[in-house]
């Protein structure tokens, strides 16, 4: 037995196709590093399993909270399909082990960031899904994320960063939140981004981050530290900015 096919046992699958579970733990680092070693890296597969996953916790969510209104549903789905929510799912199955990453992004822990973690927590979604079904793996993510599930707290603190700092703009000024890509450098496998977000032309925050959506909600983030500085200070070591780097694992310029 491989070891692909042996970590999908420990997650309760009899799977025919190891390849396909073996593919899901391969990162583009990996493959860059050994292009001859694997058929291929994660993300395609990270494309199918972030639909399995959204579609799973969806109705999950619309069976468990039958008084939510759609924007409830989406903020509670948004909270458990983040980077850092997924990231959780999969620090409960140990995922981070089993990846195969290149020299580089080992050496920058990557087994244990957010970001790299939630994408391959998407890509074994995928697989497992082209292996044994729909119905066998919804049953599975909606165990192994019950807690999310059943969690009764408000919409309003579920809400992410970004559509914070908009409610907040509009309700203050009527403007949306602008936000410019200032910086992308690194190799594909390797992009980082540096993005601001201005309000009337006043830059509120900036922030970092190996995607572009990253960088957003780094920079909004900070921006929401900001904008609440000036109304109240805020004891060290709480800002939303630094909840934000903790959970991406990335940090807001």
Known sequence: MGAAQAYALRLGFRVRDESLIQQALVHSSWLHEH????????????????????????????????????????????????????????????LGDVLLLGEGESQRDGRRRPT???????????????????EPVRAWLVELASPELDAEATVGALKSPKSRLQEHTQRTIGERPIYRLVDASGPDHERSFRIEVTVEGTVLGAGEGPSRRIAETAAAAQAMDNLRSLETPEPAGTSEAAEAANATGTRGA
């Open 116 to 134: 790299l973690l939630a994408s391959s927590f998407e890509a074994l979604a995928g697989a497992l899904y082209l292996d044994v079904g729909f």
């Open 35 to 94: 292009p001859d070693e694997a058929r291929g890296h994660n993300e395609r597969l990270e494309h199918l399993g972030d639909a399995v996953v959204n579609l799973a916790i969806s109705q999950a969510l619309y069976e468990r909270h039958p008084d939510d209104d759609e924007g409830d549903l989406s903020a509670r789905r948004a909270a458990i399909v983040s980077a850092p929510g997924l990231a959780r799912l999969a620090t409960r199955i140990d």
